[in-house]
């Protein structure tokens, strides 16, 4: 377990900066890695362990503007906002949803998921 969690805390870290990952082409994209975790392995994980995914994976985001993403990004900074008053375990089952309402997406890294699960929760007002 611990080094499942010292591998995901690297990897968030290693992936943030999350700009817009689907950015237009006007905007400079965000290079943004698959990760480690597929969607479908998260949504086979017991909550314990969604759980610390999802308190990594918001450490990552709290710490991205040390990787120089910008304080002010209006994704990031949406995200943070809505999240900052949930426990890890509501961020988990917010993830948990949406990759079980999306398993067309079980392929790709929980990561992506994780952020369009958010971004769909906290909307840029």
Not at 4 to 22: K, S
Not at 74 to 82: F, Q
């Amino acid at each position: 377990m611990a080094t499942f969690t010292c591998r995901m805390m690297v990897t968030l870290l290693l992936l943030l900066p999350i700009g817009e990952a689907f950015s237009q082409e006007s905007e400079q994209t965000a290079l943004v890695s698959q990760g480690f975790v597929k969607a479908e392995q998260y949504v086979s994980f017991g909550q314990s362990q969604q759980t610390t995914y999802a308190a990594g994976l918001m450490d990552g985001m709290y710490l991205a503007p040390a990787f120089d993403a910008p304080n002010n990004d209006k994704y990031l900074l949406a995200i943070r906002n809505c999240v900052k008053d949930m426990s890890a375990t509501q961020v988990a089952a917010i993830i948990m949803k949406y990759a079980n309402e999306h398993p067309e997406k079980w392929h790709m890294g929980t990561n992506l998921v994780a952020y369009q699960a958010l971004r769909e929760v906290c909307p840029v007002k």
